[in-house]
T-cell receptor
């Protein structure tokens, strides 16, 4: 089946440090890929997306490139801030088997804490 | 405010009881998804409805059921509750069942505590 694997957390960084959160996927077909962010006490928000190979998604200084050859979609940010502290989820979207519809499959999430 | 409304925000109930969680999708969205988020299992897809019809089922227990009403709001019913059902339950919506290129819009969740 389809699955998403994220690096284990938690990740603790100092402000202005470089961030990488690894994400790899297993899928039959060509999924769309997403990063969602969950701030404390809130729901998930879409951070960025990429719909085909070599696409780069970017938002709020975060970037991720859809790498079909390595089945990866790593999240990066050049200089993190305290306000980036949150849980980050990698996800893929593919048709649900036999359902005629698409659904998101999520990784387990990576908690990021940024300290001043 | 994401536009997806979930009520109640918090729910505390005893084992063996039944609860109903409610979700109003974002205006214009026809598809509703329910997810369960627990510490050990992460985000698990439960069930999807599109315009009143069930479209896909994930890891939903037989004790759980859902429906989507003509006004497109959805309810998730959890019965014979067990301690292990304690979790955050999220509702999300999207415009259609087609390729979700824009992602889902999530509500802020209902935190269920079973004691």
């Amino acid at each position: 089946g389809n699955s998403v694997t994220q690096m284990e957390g938690p990740v603790t960084l100092s402000e202005e440090a470089f961030l990488t959160i690894n994400c790899t996927y297993t899928a039959t077909g060509y999924p769309s890929l997403f990063w969602y962010v969950q701030y404390p006490g809130e729901g998930l928000q879409l951070l960025l997306k990429a719909t085909k190979a070599d696409d780069k998604g970017s938002n709020k200084g975060f970037e991720a490139t859809y790498r079909k050859e390595t089945t990866s979609f790593h999240l990066e940010k050049g200089s993190v801030q305290v306000s980036d502290s949150a849980v980050y989820f990698c996800a893929l979207s593919l048709p649900a088997p036999g359902a005629g519809s698409y659904q998101l499959t999520f990784g387990k999430g990576t908690k990021l804490s940024v300290i001043p | 405010d994401s536009g997806v409304t979930q009520t109640p925000k918090h729910l505390i109930t005893a084992t063996g009881q039944r609860v109903t969680l409610r979700c109003s999708p974002r205006s214009g969205d026809l598809s509703v998804y329910w997810y369960q988020q627990s510490l050990d299992q992460g985000l698990q897809f439960l069930i999807q409805y599109y315009n009143g019809e069930e479209r896909a089922k994930g890891n939903i227990l037989e004790r759980f059921s859902a429906q989507q009403f003509p006004d497109l709001h959805s309810e998730l019913n959890l019965s014979s509750l067990e301690l292990g059902d304690s979790a955050l339950y999220f509702c999300a919506s999207s415009v259609a069942v087609g390729q979700v290129v824009s992602g889902y819009t999530f509500g802020s969740g209902t935190r269920l505590t079973v004691v």
